[in-house]
C-alpha cells in the first residue's frame, strides 16, 4: 500500500523577493520556497508539496498580511491559468524585478560589467496589449478543487493549465487581447456547443475543433485562423458563415485542417475563407515620414506588443548609431522588421533567417515599404554566415542580431568575432543565454550601454539589447 504524503503547513510566512520563472521566493530555517501567484512583502500560511535537498515548491494557502506592493487582480483566471503570474504586483515593482533580473544573469552567468545598464522601458498599455492570442478546445475540461467531472461535460475552450497538456481552463475573459477577441471566442464555443461540435480530445486523438488564432492590428485589422481535425464541410462552412456574419471586423478569415497528432500548424496550408488572407500592420518609421506596413500571414511572426515594439527597435537604433553610409548584417532577422526599421539610416541591410517563408514576408514588405537596399537570404545562420557570404555582401560595419531564447550557436558567436564589425548591437529574449554570448564576444568587444525592454507586463519575461564595441587593436 502506498504511503500518503504528509502535508506540510508553515504558517505566517513572509514572502521576501521575486524569483525564477514568475514564482515568488520564501526563505525558511535557511530554505529556499518557492511559491507562485504571491508578491515580496505579503505574508501567507503556506503548504509545501515538493521538498527536495536544496528547496522547496509550495502554495499559499492563506493570505494573512497583504504587501503594499500588491494591487487586485484584472483577470478572473488569475492563480489558475499561470500566464500573467505577477499581476497583483504593482507593476513599477515589476520593472524593478525584470531590471534586477537582467542584471543579475548579466553579472552572474556572463561576468558582465552592467555599469552601462540604461533604465528599463515600461509598457504604456498593461493590458490588452497583445496582437495575437491562441485558444485551445479540449474535451477535458480543468477541474478547480472539490469540483466532480461530470461525463456529459463537453470541454472548454481557453488555456492549457501549466504543467497540464490535455486539460484546458475555460476561459471567460482575457485581459490580453482588446475585444472583440473575447467576443469572438466566446461565440464560437457557444455555436459549438448548441451544434454539436465535439471538442478536441489530445489524448485519443478524436474530436473535431482544436484551436483558434486571433490576431489584430494597431490599425483596426482582424484576423481569425480556425483549426479543425478533419475536412467535415458539413461542419466548417456553417461555423465560418456564422463567424463572418458575426464579426464584420474580421477582414481576414482562415482555417486550416490539421489531422496530425500535435498542434503545430506551421506546416498545414492556410485556406482563406473570406477576405484577405493576411493583416497589415503599421508602426511609425524611425526619424518620422510615412509610416512602414508590414504584411502578416497566418504564419508570420510579428512582435506581440506593436507599440512597444517601436520602443524596442527606436533603442536598437539609437545604439546602431547609423549615419547613412554602413552596411549593416540583421541576424535572424525574421519578417525583416528590424532590417526595415534601420533601412533608411544606412547603405545597405543584409538579413539572414532560418524560415524561408519568413524570409519570403521580409521580401514583400521591403517592397511595400519601397527599399531597395535591403537584401535577404534563408538558411541555417551558421552554415549561411561564412566568409565567402561576407565577401560577397561586403564586410558590415553594424551588426544587429536578435536569435532565439537558445542564444547564437557557437559558430556564429566565432564568426562575428573574425568579422570584427565596428559595433553589434545585441537583442534577446532570455538574458540569459545572452550573457553567455556576450562572454564570448567581449574577447574582441567592450559592452557599452545595456537597455532592457518590457514587451510583456505581468509575466516574468523581458527583453534585452547589448551594445557592443570592437576594441580599440592598438
Known sequence: MRKAKQEIIIQDVEI?????????????????????????????????????????????IALKRPSPLRVEQACPHFGICGGCKWQTMRYDEQLKCKERQVRDNLERLGHINTAGMQPICGSENIFYYRNKLEFTFSSKRWLNEGEVRDENDPGAVGFHVPTVFDKVLPIEHCALQREPSNRIRTSIRDYALRNNLPFYDIRNHTGYLRNIVIRCTTTGEWMLVVIVAEDKPEWLVPLMEHIKGNFPEITSLLYIINSKMNDSYTDLEAVTYSGQGYITEQMPRYGGGEPLRFRINPKSFYQTNSEQAFRLYSHVADLAQLKGDETVYDLYTGTGTIAQFVASNCKKVVGIEYVEEAIADARENAAMNGFDNCTFYAGDMAKVLTDDFVQANG????????????????????????????????????????????????????????????????????????????????
Open 16 to 60: 521576501a523577493d521575486a524569483g525564477a520563472e514568475g514564482m515568488a521566493v520564501a526563505r525558511i530555517d535557511g530554505m529556499v520556497v518557492f511559491v507562485p501567484f504571491v508578491v515580496p512583502g505579503d505574508v501567507i500560511d503556506l503548504k509545501i508539496f515538493k521538498k527536495k535537498k536544496n528547496y522547496a515548491e509550495g502554495r499559499a
Open 395 to 474: 564586410r558590415p560595419d553594424v551588426v544587429i542580431t536578435d536569435p532565439p531564447r537558445a542564444g547564437m550557436h557557437e559558430k556564429v558567436v566565432h564568426q562575428l568575432l573574425a568579422i570584427e564589425a565596428k559595433r553589434i548591437v545585441y537583442v534577446s529574449c532570455n538574458p540569459a543565454t545572452q550573457a553567455r554570448d556576450l562572454a564570448m564576444l567581449e574577447a574582441k568587444y567592450d559592452i557599452g550601454r545595456i537597455q532592457p525592454v518590457d514587451m510583456f507586463p505581468h509575466t516574468q519575461h523581458v527583453e534585452n539589447i547589448a551594445e557592443l564595441i570592437l576594441k580599440n587593436k592598438n
